[in-house]
């Protein structure tokens, strides 16, 4: 009965012994199939990544000698436009200095003409002045003797050098005791009379064998700009006129003249 028993036991644990060896064995087989498919799965995989990269590298080396043939291209384009530029520039440049030496020409010529014109015009300012003094000296004795200012005897440009500076008098009308200090001009401004003001405040330094006379001033013109006149009879100064072949006072009849 033991016996028996023991057999079976042992006849079960062989059984079972040998199941879990073919079950260990299938699963084997079964790990060793998967292995192979994986195997051969990842070997397409390589070889796909394989192929990719070498699409990828001629890819690449295409892009690459497209790139320097471009390159080129745009080298040769901008050797060709540097070229083009320095040509334009030198161009330019004989242009611009052609074009300065004929403006360089123009310009002296119309310098030189200029020239000439204001020498013509200070000419013939200077004949016109001279004129207009001669016309108010001619008249000055009577027109200043009729306003009790009796003067006998003029001159005219009294130059005088004093200071470093030079001075000259259009014309001068005197007495014993009194003198009249003519500024004559051909169109008189509200500057020019500010500048003879400051000249008659000095005027008995500057001319020293006149300063013991009491000093009288006048302006004379035949244009004036719009004040003048009034601006210098406000200052006490005898305004006159030239008009036609004579000249005329135009101060007021009451008008009393300032005395430096």
């Known amino acids: 009965m033991e016996l028996t028993t023991k057999h079976a036991t042992e006849d079960l644990s062989f059984d079972k012994v040998w199941f879990m060896f073919q079950e260990t064995d299938r699963k084997f087989q079964e790990t060793k199939e998967l292995l192979a498919n994986s195997s051969l799965e990842t070997e397409k995989m390589f070889q796909e990544t394989d192929r990719k990269f070498q699409e990828t590298k001629e890819l690449l080396a295409n892009s690459s000698l497209e790139t320097n043939r471009k390159f080129q291209e745009t080298k040769e384009l901008l050797a060709s436009s540097s070229l083009e530029t320095n040509r334009k520039f030198q161009e ?3 242009l611009l200095a052609n074009s300065s030496l004929e403006t360089d020409k123009k310009f002296q010529a119309t310098d030189y003409t200029l020239k000439k014109l204001m020498k013509k015009s200070a000419e013939y300012d200077s004949r ?8 108010v ?3 000055l004795v009577r027109l200043l003797n009729d306003r009790n200012i009796m003067v006998n005897d003029t001159m005219m440009r009294r130059k005088k050098h004093h200071n470093d500076r030079d001075y000259e008098i259009d014309i001068i009308a005197l007495n014993g005791s009194e003198i009249v200090v003519v500024e004559v001009k051909t169109t008189l401004s509200t500057s020019d ?3 003879f003001l400051e000249l008659l405040s000095e005027f008995r330094i500057i001319f020293e064998d006149y300063k013991e006379k009491n000093v009288i001033g006048a302006v004379a013109y035949i244009g004036k ?12 100064l005898f305004v006159i006129k030239a008009t036609g072949e004579s000249a005329r006072i135009t101060n007021p009849e009451k008008f009393t003249p300032r005395r430096w």
Do not use: N, P, Q, Y
């Not at 700009?225 to 006490?236: I, P, T």
């Open 92 to 94: 330019t440049k004989e």
């Open 128 to 135: 016109w002045g001279r004129f207009v003094e001669s016309l």
């Open 137 to 139: 000296e001619g008249s």
């Open 193 to 195: 009379v500010s500048k």
């Open 225 to 236: 700009d719009s004040g003048a006149d009034s601006f210098a009879s406000s200052h006490g």
